[in-house]
Every structure is written in structure tokens, then in C-alpha cells.
Nanobody, 114 residues
Framework: VQLQAFGGGLVQAGGSLRLSCAAS????????TGWYRQVAGKRREFVAA???????NYTDSVKGRFTISRDNAKNTVYLRMNSLKPEDTAVYYC?????????WGKGTLVTVSS
């Protein structure tokens, strides 16, 4: 199974983007899906997660601005990003944790201009 993230791009501060992450096949026993981001030279950091039970968790800096969701029928996870700030600029990665292991997608670049 491979994950493909897309939807990144260049946006002005205050703008919005929606990232999508599609799995190429079915993943058994998903426990959570999430988004992480990484700036060059820095560690990858947690952004948002959605558990199989529907609970969400966000890093403080994106609370109230980002929303994680999923469409199980489409094997797709979304990250809606509103009120974007220049400090949100990063490569965004999707992640799926399951009973069988953890899956990572290739990142998609989000650039927020001031």
C-alpha cells in the first residue's frame, strides 16, 4: 500500500488549502491517521491526528485553523487549512498507523507568502 499526498501549493497569508492523502489499497486495522510537517533542517513535527474512534488532536499552533477528516470509502484523509500563516510553510506528510504497521506518504509542499 502506498500513500500519495497532494494539494499543496503557494498561497498568500490568510488563505486556505486542502490537502488530500489517498491510499492505493485497503489497510487493515487502522488505528489513526495523521498529518505531519517538516521544514528543511528541522525535525518533522506533528500537526493533526484522527483516531479510528473519531477523536481528533491538533498541535496548538493550528488549533481552530486546521481540520482533519477522512473518507473511508475513498481511503482518503484530508487536512483543511484555513487562515494560513507564513510559519505554516513546510512539506506536509500524511501518516496512517495500523495494526500491521505505519505508512507514510511522500510529502506535499505548502508555501505561505506574507
Amino acid at each position: 500500500v502506498q500513500l500519495q499526498a497532494f494539494g499543496g501549493g503557494l498561497v498568500q497569508a490568510g488563505g486556505s488549502l486542502r490537502l488530500s492523502c489517498a491510499a492505493s489499497g485497503s489497510i487493515f486495522g487502522i488505528t489513526s491517521t495523521g498529518w505531519y510537517r517538516q521544514v528543511a533542517g528541522k525535525r518533522r513535527e506533528f500537526v493533526a491526528a484522527l483516531t479510528s474512534g473519531g477523536n481528533t488532536n491538533y498541535t496548538d499552533s493550528v488549533k481552530g485553523r486546521f481540520t482533519i477528516s477522512r473518507d473511508n470509502a475513498k481511503n482518503t484523509v484530508y487536512l483543511r487549512m484555513n487562515s494560513l500563516k507564513p510559519e505554516d510553510t513546510a512539506v506536509y506528510y500524511c501518516n496512517i498507523d495500523s495494526l500491521g504497521g505505519s505508512y507514510w506518504g511522500k510529502g506535499t509542499l505548502v508555501t505561505v507568502s506574507s
